[in-house]
T-cell receptor
């Protein structure tokens, strides 16, 4: 049973560029959440997707957008990259039911120069 | 907005000793979850507490949820080197999980 997978593992971009990160949820999960984790900090909630719609959003600008596909996989897009966007981006999947425990992927390390 | 505070930020423990990490939310929570992140790794789910005053144990780990559902604690007894890592609490309101900054635990053998 494959867990949550994310690609790419590492990414280096220049300020102003755009980036797309990808996530495949754990088998049987239909809900995907994205988090940004800066060094030495806890994960910060970006948004959650369920049934191909954004169900809830954290305090992130519109430069951060996402998508969920019919197979429950998801993408995170960040436009007009800033140096401050450098972080570990974590995808977490859950079943969407009451248990709601999050299974995290290994993350994508984004560096903006 | 909702804030989750965690103390202490760092905990240096002698192997075999006990310690406790505390979590406080500015708002009432639907539930609280605890995660552990090893250096270089990703957060791994430990437990979820839902009911007011709930207490759950996992071997040497004891988790509590406050009566007002705004605070929680994790107590580890007889700390081992395998306990090294950062422990995060995460409070849930609606579908959003708000993580604390974590308590980073190091163990002296």
């Amino acid at each position: 049973d494959a867990g949550v997978t994310q690609s790419p593992t590492h990414l280096i971009k220049t300020r102003g560029q755009q980036v797309t990160l990808r996530c495949s949820p754990k088998s049987g999960h239909d809900t995907v959440s994205w988090y940004q984790q800066a060094l030495g900090q806890g994960p910060q909630f970006i948004f959650q997707y369920y049934e191909e719609e954004e169900r809830q959003r954290g305090n992130f600008p519109d430069r951060f957008s996402g998508h969920q596909f019919p197979n429950y996989s998801s993408e995170l897009n960040v436009n007009a990259l800033l140096l401050g966007d450098s972080a570990l981006y974590l995808c977490a999947s859950s079943s969407g039911g009451p248990a709601y425990e999050q299974y995290f992927g290994p993350g994508t390390r984004l560096t903006v120069t | 907005g909702q804030q989750v505070m965690q103390i202490p930020q760092y905990q240096h423990v002698q192997e075999g000793e006990d310690f406790t990490t505390y979590c406080n939310s500015s708002t009432t929570l639907s539930n609280i979850q605890w995660y552990k992140q090893r250096p270089g790794g990703h957060p791994v789910f430990l437990i979820q507490l839902v009911k007011s005053g709930e207490v759950k144990k996992q071997k040497r780990l004891t988790f509590q949820f406050g009566e007002a559902k705004k605070n929680s604690s994790l107590h580890i007894t007889a700390t081992q080197t395998t306990d090294v890592g950062t422990y995060f609490c995460a409070g849930r309101v609606d579908y959003k999980l708000s993580f604390g900054a974590g308590t980073t635990v190091t163990v002296r053998a």
